[in-house]
């Protein structure tokens, strides 16, 4: 599960609950970035979510329910590496949505993993392999929790999220030029879960390059790196 948004008023911000049950992770900064990293049995530690130096977001939700079309086809382009080729700044946020454009983008066997990307200017890119990509210049705002938006609630799974989206939703509607940091976890609290329970909320001003973030739904606690 996850919680992913997008605000664009007198600032560019990203919000972002990682929702995990059973899995490790990690918070690694350098110079270059924040990432939240996945302990994979057989690759090891995946830079899988987080904010990069030069302004770009990374997501990953997964969505429900799982879709056959997402599995890997020849010749298509692995989702979960290409969102580790944006974040560590292997490749632009263009270049990733030109090959969104062109190629067929896939997830894991048996697994549908979404990307929740934006850029430092506030636009945004959503990917759902086997079932296309949709791209927001700059919007006012933009939510993503974990069922697929070209079927919204067409499919009904209990770990789809549309009562997280629904709340994120409420609020970023009404949201005012002043929208900030604070604003944003707010949301993330709002949207925080317990039984899947959110392990890291961050926010990603991208107008000032600066990472907030926190662990285990401890909001009183919030570290924070600028670029």
Known sequence: MCTSFVVNKNKTLVGFNLDLLDMEYRVRQDAMGVYIEINDVTEG?????????????????????????????????????????????????????QIAETRSVSSIPGTTFMSALS????SVLHIIPGQGYLYYERPEYVVMTNFS????DKEMHPWMGLDRYRK????????????????CFEVLKTVAQEVCPTVVSMVF??????????????????????F
């Not at 997501?59 to 020849?74: A, F, H, I, L, V």
């Not at 850029?119 to 506030?122: L, P, S």
Request: charged share 35%; net charge negative.
């Open 45 to 97: 530690w995946l830079p899988l979510f987080g904010a990069n130096s030069e302004g770009d977001f990374v997501g990953m939700p997964t969505c429900w329910p799982y879709d056959q079309r997402s599995d890997p086809k020849e010749g298509s382009v692995d989702l979960i590496h290409l969102d580790i080729d944006l974040l560590l700044q292997k490749k632009t946020f263009d270049e990733v949505r």
């Open 119 to 122: 850029d430092r200017n506030g």
């Open 205 to 226: 001003d991208a107008s000032e390059k600066t990472v907030y973030w926190c662990e285990d739904r401890d909001y009183e606690h919030i570290s924070k790196k600028r």
């Open 168 to 183: 994120a939703e409420e609020l970023l509607k009404d949201a005012k030029d002043g929208f900030d940091v604070n604003d």
């Open 149 to 152: 938006p070209f079927k919204y």
